[in-house]
């Protein structure tokens, strides 16, 4: 594509005249240019992209986007924001795709995983074919791709969706995190369907207050379009019971479907029944009340249903198929899993790294251990400090044994992490093991007959971040060689 015909897309930039190379790649790291690419200069959390310009052009680079003047041999395009510049390049350069798919985009502090696969498999079982992007992976059709981010930067989106619509992919679904709604990384995906979970206490580092990350998360749907297109018609689904969709109703053009337990909403889960093997519920849609019966535990997997359900109707996604899948669902990896090498105690791995998530799994625990509970948990380094007491106190207050260990300490001493977690607590006595293997292997060794053991906070992860590096650890098998050693 030529640079001029490229710039056409965007609005904001220092008038141009001059070279109209073509445009090959765009690129926002210099150590992925080659000939032909534009260099996106982005300011970053650790370093300045405009320090890399130079070595950029150096590469191939034929032309420059860069929030200030820089003295280079090729065109270089002034804008006031070149991360929201770089999401309109992107999606203008891989042929809007979003224009082609049915997106569905999930955000909330929790659930956002879950609640995507749930409504993956949905449209699977639909026979439609579905792409997926967030915290575990990257799917297309049943092909995987690494992340590093739960929303990527607009670059590897757009390309991502370009893949998906050369591969005839039909739905698009996709985590959509407070971050990347603030950081502009998702302008330009045209959403169909926009998905609200929750919000609770997490990623203060961040945002600082809870009300910018509130109203970061309502970006979305004020972006869902504010035209009424009755070809191709927009949706919010909220979450009744969550005092921040009040707001968000507020904030969208889009035709607003509610769900809930507590208040009244357009979809709806009644007489709830919770065993250890599983949730029974009447779910309540406009179209009809079907008994529903699924693996998932506790109230938050109801929620996450719910919305997923919801999501689907919209999508014009048949009841009884929704209803089928719903039904066959195993889980999410890493997501309440359960650890099973046959011993007489229950061990489950998960991701809850929030104060609310540790919340609502351990009272899911509560609801059926029939002995003492065990919590391994720790708290992620460079991340929200604010939570550690709160995640502290939770699993004081509702484990028998709590014990805090490192999640992933990342830049900061391990030890000063544990001491925050431990200052929320008071009157009982915590456990601290720096040593995330040594905690899951001494809650496992000292497990009996009837307890539980939640190891709480990484789930799916397949590595531990101590300073600077990247170690091998999968809670699931660590926790699965402990049972194996102590038979
Ligand atoms: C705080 C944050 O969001 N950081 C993101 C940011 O990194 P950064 O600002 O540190 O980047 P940087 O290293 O300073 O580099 C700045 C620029 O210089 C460029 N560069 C750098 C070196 C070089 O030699 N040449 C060069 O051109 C880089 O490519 C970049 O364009 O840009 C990177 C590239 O897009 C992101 O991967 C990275 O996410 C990091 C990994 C991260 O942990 N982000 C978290 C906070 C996050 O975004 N989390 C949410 C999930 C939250 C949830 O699920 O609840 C997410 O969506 O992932
Ligand atoms: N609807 C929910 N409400 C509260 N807690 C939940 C809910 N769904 C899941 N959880 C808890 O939160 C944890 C993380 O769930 P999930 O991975 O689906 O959330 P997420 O929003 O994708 O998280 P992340 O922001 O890290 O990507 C789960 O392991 C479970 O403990
Ligand atoms: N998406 C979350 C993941 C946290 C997972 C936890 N294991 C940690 O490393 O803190 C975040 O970026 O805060
Ligand atoms: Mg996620």
């Given at each position: 594509m030529k640079l001029q015909t490229l710039l056409s897309y965007l609005h904001d930039f220092t008038a141009y005249v001059g070279e109209n190379p073509t445009i090959t790649s765009i690129e926002m790291d210099s150590r992925e240019v080659k000939k032909g690419s534009l260099f996106v200069c982005i300011q970053g959390f650790t370093?300045?992209?405009?320090?890399?310009?130079?070595?950029?052009?150096?590469?191939?680079?034929?032309?420059?986007?860069?929030?200030?003047?820089?003295?280079?041999?090729?065109?270089?395009?002034?804008?006031?924001?070149?991360?929201?510049?770089?999401?309109?390049?992107?999606?203008?350069?891989?042929?809007?795709?979003?224009?082609?798919?049915?997106?569905?985009?999930?955000?909330?502090?929790?659930?956002?995983?879950?609640?995507?696969?749930?409504?993956?498999?949905?449209?699977?079982?639909?026979?439609?074919?579905?792409?997926?992007?967030?915290?575990i992976n990257i799917k297309i059709g049943d092909e995987t791709y690494d992340v590093k981010n739960t929303t990527p930067e607009s670059l590897i989106l757009q390309k991502t969706f370009k893949k998906m619509v050369d591969e005839q992919v039909d739905v698009a679904v996709m985590e959509v995190s407070s971050h990347a709604l603030h950081m502009g990384r998702v302008h330009g995906c045209d959403f169909d369907v926009a998905v609200f979970t929750n919000l609770t206490q997490d990623h203060l580092d961040y945002h600082q207050t809870m009300d910018h990350y509130r109203w970061s998360k309502g970006l979305l749907f004020a972006q869902l379009g504010n035209r009424f297109n009755h070809e191709r018609p927009k949706f919010a689904v909220l979450n009744e019971d969550d005092p921040a969709s009040s707001e968000y109703k507020k904030s969208t053009a889009a035709t607003i479907i509610t769900y809930g337990i507590d208040q009244k909403s357009d979809i709806m889960a009644k007489n709830i029944q919770m065993t250890t093997s599983g949730t029974t519920f009447d779910l309540v849609t406009p179209i009809d009340t079907v008994r529903v019966r699924t693996k998932l535990i506790g109230k938050f997997s109801v929620y996450n249903i719910l919305a997923a359900v919801a999501a689907c109707l919209v999508s014009r996604i048949p009841l009884t198929t929704i209803v089928e899948t719903i039904e066959q669902i195993e889980g999410v990896p890493g997501r309440f899993e359960v650890v099973d090498e046959g011993q007489n105690f229950t061990v489950i791995v998960d991701y809850a790294h929030t104060p609310d998530s540790l919340e609502n799994v351990l009272k899911t625990i509560r609801q059926f251990a029939e002995r003492r509970v065990f919590v391994v948990v720790g708290c992620g380094g460079d991340r929200d400090r604010t939570k550690r007491p709160l995640m502290g106190q939770i699993a004081a207050q509702y484990g028998d044994v709590p014990i805090f260990t490192s999640d992933n300490p990342r830049s900061e001493d391990p030890l000063a992490i544990l001491k925050e977690m431990e200052a929320g607590v008071s009157g009982k006595n915590v456990l601290s093991i720096v040593d995330r293997k040594e905690a899951i292997t001494y809650a496992i060794d000292h497990a009996q007959e009837g307890d539980v053991v939640l190891i709480a906070g990484k789930g799916h992860e397949t590595y531990q971040i101590i300073g600077d590096q990247v170690l091998h650890f999968d809670d699931r098998l660590v926790a699965r060689e402990a049972i194996r050693r102590r038979k």
């Amino acid at each position: 594509m030529k640079l001029q015909t490229l710039l056409s897309y965007l609005h904001d930039f220092t008038a141009y005249v001059g070279e109209n190379p073509t445009i090959t790649s765009i690129e926002m790291d210099s150590r992925e240019v080659k000939k032909g690419s534009l260099f996106v200069c982005i300011q970053g959390f650790t370093v300045d992209g405009h320090d890399f310009a130079k070595q950029a052009v150096d590469h191939g680079a034929v032309a420059v986007i860069a929030e200030k003047p820089l003295d280079l041999p090729v065109p270089v395009i002034q804008v006031k924001d070149s991360r929201r510049a770089m999401a309109v390049l992107a999606d203008a350069f891989y042929g809007q795709p979003t224009h082609r798919l049915h997106l569905i985009g999930v955000t909330g502090t929790n659930g956002k995983t879950t609640t995507t696969h749930i409504i993956e498999r949905i449209f699977r079982n639909a026979h439609k074919k579905t792409g997926l992007i967030g915290t575990i992976n990257i799917k297309i059709g049943d092909e995987t791709y690494d992340v590093k981010n739960t929303t990527p930067e607009s670059l590897i989106l757009q390309k991502t969706f370009k893949k998906m619509v050369d591969e005839q992919v039909d739905v698009a679904v996709m985590e959509v995190s407070s971050h990347a709604l603030h950081m502009g990384r998702v302008h330009g995906c045209d959403f169909d369907v926009a998905v609200f979970t929750n919000l609770t206490q997490d990623h203060l580092d961040y945002h600082q207050t809870m009300d910018h990350y509130r109203w970061s998360k309502g970006l979305l749907f004020a972006q869902l379009g504010n035209r009424f297109n009755h070809e191709r018609p927009k949706f919010a689904v909220l979450n009744e019971d969550d005092p921040a969709s009040s707001e968000y109703k507020k904030s969208t053009a889009a035709t607003i479907i509610t769900y809930g337990i507590d208040q009244k909403s357009d979809i709806m889960a009644k007489n709830i029944q919770m065993t250890t093997s599983g949730t029974t519920f009447d779910l309540v849609t406009p179209i009809d009340t079907v008994r529903v019966r699924t693996k998932l535990i506790g109230k938050f997997s109801v929620y996450n249903i719910l919305a997923a359900v919801a999501a689907c109707l919209v999508s014009r996604i048949p009841l009884t198929t929704i209803v089928e899948t719903i039904e066959q669902i195993e889980g999410v990896p890493g997501r309440f899993e359960v650890v099973d090498e046959g011993q007489n105690f229950t061990v489950i791995v998960d991701y809850a790294h929030t104060p609310d998530s540790l919340e609502n799994v351990l009272k899911t625990i509560r609801q059926f251990a029939e002995r003492r509970v065990f919590v391994v948990v720790g708290c992620g380094g460079d991340r929200d400090r604010t939570k550690r007491p709160l995640m502290g106190q939770i699993a004081a207050q509702y484990g028998d044994v709590p014990i805090f260990t490192s999640d992933n300490p990342r830049s900061e001493d391990p030890l000063a992490i544990l001491k925050e977690m431990e200052a929320g607590v008071s009157g009982k006595n915590v456990l601290s093991i720096v040593d995330r293997k040594e905690a899951i292997t001494y809650a496992i060794d000292h497990a009996q007959e009837g307890d539980v053991v939640l190891i709480a906070g990484k789930g799916h992860e397949t590595y531990q971040i101590i300073g600077d590096q990247v170690l091998h650890f999968d809670d699931r098998l660590v926790a699965r060689e402990a049972i194996r050693r102590r038979k």
